[in-house]
């Protein structure tokens, strides 16, 4: 089953791996509130909606009682066929290289963790790295320099090490957590001086 995402979200929080602002809205003026003058992304988060994207579930960068209230009504309607579902509101993240980071289970070598780019260039460019759980320092550096894109993600350098902590946090949320069978985090925004992660889905 998946972890309810702000059950997730907290479970991040615990191992200290940044993700961005979110909650649960119930209605146009809770969502009005949350957002107060930020722009903000919706979502309708259902164990029936597999891809929100894909079934156009997600309304992304909207800022005023208008647009709110607007992308409120369409994703109501929307989500009547994803029945029960929730709204998730989110501030809208500024920017950066979109990462994934992965956890799987090997059915002989056990627990890994996958880095690579993320969002739709998962599948374009195929640009990933894995190593089995728990990561050493050694393990996430070496990850990070497998990459192809490791410029782009790291920008030039600048972000290794916050790359390489974030990696060894999640190992060892991943590790610790047997109760955790596969996990996304994708998209991670990374940008120069800090992160956070949009997308959380953990399955139990």
């Known amino acids: 089953m998946l972890l309810d995402y702000m059950q997730a979200k907290s479970l991040l929080d615990k191992y200290k791996i940044k993700s961005i602002e979110s909650k649960y809205v119930s209605s146009i003026d809770e969502a009005i509130e949350f957002a107060k003058n930020d722009a903000i992304v919706l979502k309708v988060i259902s164990d029936k909606a597999l891809h929100k994207t894909k ?61 690579g780019l993320g969002g739709i260039y998962v599948e374009a460019f195929n640009d990933t790295a894995i190593r089995l759980c728990p990561l050493s320092k050694y393990d996430a550096m070496d990850m990070i320099d497998q990459l192809k894109s490791k410029s782009v993600i790291t920008y030039n350098g600048k972000a290794t090490n916050m790359v390489a902590t974030l990696l ?37």
């Open 55 to 115: 079934e156009h579930l997600v309304m992304l960068n909207l800022e005023g009682e208008k647009e709110i209230r607007e992308a409120y009504t369409t994703l109501e309607k929307r989500g009547a066929q994803f029945a029960p579902y929730k709204i998730l509101a989110q501030k809208m993240s500024k920017g950066g290289v979109e990462a994934i980071l992965g956890g799987t289970i090997d059915p002989q070598f056990g627990r890994a963790v996958l880095l």
């Open 168 to 204: 060894l946090r999640f190992s060892k949320m991943f590790y610790e957590h047997k109760e955790i069978k596969e996990i996304d985090l994708n998209p991670v925004i990374i940008r120069e001086n800090d992160y956070e992660a949009v997308d959380l889905r953990i399955l139990v």
